[in-house]
């Protein structure tokens, strides 16, 4: 009842006083702030937080957004309209009072105010006059002074400001140069405003404002165009706001023309955040640059790279913090980061917390790095293409000076700069790495590269070590480019190659000789090696019919099964710290899964198939199939050598409808004994880098553990190259050279000679060689942090275990080629 009385009330109140329009609320609101400043005592030190000025700001916003969802087909509302037409000055006071800052804090309430309305209304009119001068007004008061108290209210407006180009490129000509008014109209505060808001402080010029650095000379040089031709979406915004459209300099018809020493001022004032010492601030800065650099159009981005400094700039800054890391931090401390652009550690705040010597500034590069990589990915073509040369010359350069310098710094370097390869995803990024390492031209002429080669040779392992690393993901993350001048400029001629003449019939019988074959089964060590060698192949057997492969109907079968032997059969069983092999299927999933990999990344590049093997360049002659035909009482430790018939499989005209040609994996020719020719031939020269690393292959007895692992990871992603004579070179045992020219299975038959003659004696050395497989296997770190290393034994265990992944690899491959072929 009491309700009801109450309402009839307010309907009779209503009647005799209407309620104020929002349009006079708007204009009340107005009046009060005009009232407190007429009133105002300069002297008086009240917050502004203390006053009802904020207050109404707020409800004169509220107004307009309030208005503004009531409003159909886009038309402005009055309390807008006002605005839009100063017939309410409310942006110009904004602007004194970012400009004047009184009562205090009124700056960080105007900065507010202006971002809240640009972000609430979804037609702000910037491209009405009346919008955008106060705006740029507003603009040039950012960044006054260095570590301002408003730094974040001033780049969260000009984040504003780039969300809005974004949704309307062509606004982004209000933002530069030409368009801006005189920088003494842009200093003053309009008289009107002076007379309703009275403030007597004196308004200074913006130091470092890249504004006040420009120099408006004529330039007859190339002009840059960035206001499409279509105006439809540039006309004017409503009807009501139509008498202001002749100073709507945004929204003319025709073409703006820009000079070549134009500024880009939403850029330039982004890029005066970037060293602020207020992460976040740092944080919104870059957001900003990434969005207008994002742009579609081409004339906005020739305007960013021609115009403005940005890409030199983020660049620079990120070769200032790879100089500012310390020169004693632990490489392997900087391959434990994971950081990206917007990390920001909760213990970053206390400079005196380091979890290591240089986590600060480690942190700090690989950030910035992640933007740069980011920025790459998500920004316009050309803006992309300006970037990565920039990188090159202003980063990568200066980086490489290092590479070269002493042992530490250069150990270090290559442990920075493996790791900013493998954080990097940008294509553009990649290639300026491969680039720069291989270079063009001539190898031999590009001396970064034999520098880094030679520091894998070097004595300090430390130094191979992140070298090595370095090589590694050069390999992983390599382009077509790279990958041929680095590992195939030589091998693809494949010059290693040398034809074998026929053997005479005395020298065929001679190794076919029966005595010797009981000659040698009389001794009881190749006796307990022949017995290896049956459990060997029965294994072998049972892994190829559990992988889906019918030995009794591929009569090339017999072909990789010799090529696993001679891999499996390098060491003697004598010096086997695993002579059972129970983890070789593991090796073989593994291949399957690396090797799908590099099939998906070389599937674009222009590398040759099987196809274009010659027909004639790999004949070999057998003398015996039997896997025990090279045994000899002289020679127990001594590797075994295997034959197949005249031809190689794949190119028997063996009457099969299908294609003759079968998958380069199948291509592996087995020689008996002697792998060099007798023939003279030119010596082939494998290059810089296959050298090194037949040379670190055959030093492995005297290189430490983890040296040894990555030499032969980088080797074993080599071989899994689908690359026809990258395939044949490392993977054919038995490949017919030159009597000089290297091979990877001479070389391995090399070391095993060696580590055999020298591992018997050791004392006890069975047992030296149980117990560090165990230790090994174990991964236990204590074992690493202690000295007492075998390095004797802990070659022999990597060079089993390689063997037995370079027979998996040439499983897969074979595999593969067969199922692609059925």
Request: charged share 25%; with cysteine.
């Amino acid at each position: 009842m009491l309700s009801r009385f109450s309402d009839v009330l307010q309907t009779a109140a209503d009647v005799l006083a209407p309620p104020a329009s929002r349009l006079e609320d708007f204009q009340y609101h107005w009046k009060m702030i005009i009232h407190f400043y007429q009133n105002y005592d300069d002297c008086n030190k009240i917050h502004i937080e203390d006053t009802r000025i904020p207050h109404h700001f707020h409800q004169m916003l509220q107004l307009i957004v309030d208005e503004e969802k009531e409003q159909q087909g886009g038309t402005v509302g009055p309390c807008l309209e006002a605005v839009v037409q100063r017939s309410i000055c409310w942006l110009d006071a904004l602007t004194a009072l970012a400009a004047a800052d009184r009562p205090p804090g009124a700056r960080s309430l105007a900065l507010t105010t202006g971002t809240a309305l640009l972000r609430r209304t979804r037609q702000p009119c910037v491209n009405s006059a009346h919008v955008f001068r106060p705006l740029q007004r507003m603009l040039i008061q950012c960044n006054e002074n260095p570590a301002s108290p408003t730094e974040r209210e001033e780049v969260e407006l000009l984040l504003t400001l780039c969300g809005l180009v974004r949704k309307e490129p062509g606004l982004a000509n209000i933002f530069t140069t030409p368009f801006v008014e005189d920088k003494s109209s842009l200093l003053s505060i309009p008289e009107d405003i002076q007379k309703l808001i009275p403030l007597k402080s004196k308004v200074q010029m913006p130091k470092k404002n890249p504004l006040f650095e420009v120099e408006m000379m004529p330039n007859p040089m190339r002009n840059i165009s960035i206001v499409r031709n279509n105006s439809k979406e540039d006309s004017a915004v409503t009807k009501s706001n139509s008498s202001i459209a002749d100073d709507n300099a945004s929204c003319k018809s025709q073409k703006t023309v820009y000079e070549d020493n134009d500024k880009f001022l939403l850029i330039d004032l982004l890029l005066s955040y970037l060293n602020s010492a207020d992460n976040q601030v740092v944080l919104r800065a870059c957001e900003g640059i990434m969005i207008v650099s994002s742009l579609p159009e081409d004339d906005i981005a020739n305007l960013v790279t021609s115009c403005s400094p940005v890409c030199e700039t983020i660049i620079d800054k990120l070769a200032e913090k790879y100089k500012s890391i310390p020169p004693h931090v632990d490489p392997n401390d900087v391959d434990h980061l994971n950081i990206t652009w917007a990390y920001v550690a909760q213990d970053f705040g206390d400079k005196g917390y380091n979890k290591f010597n240089g986590y600060r500034e480690l942190t700090s590069f690989f950030s910035w790095l992640d933007y740069c990589d980011t920025l790459m990915k998500e920004c316009h073509p050309s803006i992309a293409a300006h970037l990565s040369r920039t990188f090159r010359a202003q980063f990568l350069e200066a980086a490489g000076e290092l590479a070269l310098g002493s042992a530490r710094s250069a150990t270090l370097a290559a442990a920075l700069l493996a790791k900013c390869l493998r954080v990097v995803d940008s294509q553009e990024l990649i290639n300026e790495f491969s680039n720069w390492l291989v270079g063009e031209g001539e190898m031999l002429e590009w001396p970064l590269l034999l520098s880094l080669i030679n520091n894998c040779l070097s004595e300090d392992h430390d130094l191979t070590l992140e070298t090595l690393r370095f090589f590694e993901t050069i390999i992983e993350k390599g382009t077509e480019h790279s990958i041929n001048r680095l590992v195939l400029s030589r091998v693809c001629s494949r010059g290693y190659y040398s034809p074998q003449p026929l053997l005479e019939d005395d020298e065929r019988d001679r190794l076919n000789d029966l005595s010797l074959s009981r000659e040698r089964e009389r001794n009881r060590e190749a006796m307990k090696q022949l017995q290896h060698e049956d459990h060997v192949n029965e294994q072998i057997n049972d892994i190829l019919q559990h992988e889906g492969v019918d030995t009794k109907e591929q009569p090339e079968m017999e072909n990789i099964h010799r090529v696993i032997n001679s891999f499996l059969l390098l060491l003697p069983r004598a010096v086997l710290s695993d002579p059972v092999g129970a983890d070789y299927e593991h090796y073989i999933h593994d291949a399957q899964r690396h090797y799908q990999l590099w099939l998906e990344i070389t599937s674009t590049f222009s590398w040759p198939t099987e196809h274009n093997i010659d027909n004639t360049a790999s004949s070999t002659h057998s003398y015996d199939s039997r896997p025990e035909a090279d045994i000899h009482l002289d020679e127990a430790f001594r590797p075994l050598h295997r034959t197949i018939d005249n031809k190689e499989p794949w190119l028997r005209d063996n009457g099969d409808t299908r294609d003759k040609t079968e998958c380069f994996s199948q291509k592996l020719v087995i020689r008996s004994r002697d792998l060099t020719s007798s023939v003279t031939e030119e010596d082939f020269d494998e290059g810089p880098f296959f050298r090194m690393l037949f040379k670190l292959l055959s030093e492995m007895h005297l290189r430490p553990y983890q040296v040894n692992l990555h030499l032969t990871s980088i080797i074993s992603k080599l071989a899994l190259m689908p690359y026809p004579y990258l395939h044949e070179y490392l993977l054919n045992p038995m490949l017919p050279t030159a009597k000089k020219t290297q091979t990877l299975f001479k070389t391995l038959q090399d070391l095993a000679k060696k580590l055999t003659m020298e591992i018997p004696r050791i004392k006890n050395y069975k047992k030296v060689i149980e117990n560090t497989r165990l230790q090994l296997m174990s991964e236990d770190p204590s074992y690493d942090e202690s000295g007492d290393h075998n390095q004797l034994v802990e070659s022999l265990i990597v060079l089993e275990e390689f063997c037995k992944e370079l027979a998996a690899i040439a499983f897969v491959k074979y595999q593969h080629g067969m199922h692609m072929h059925r």
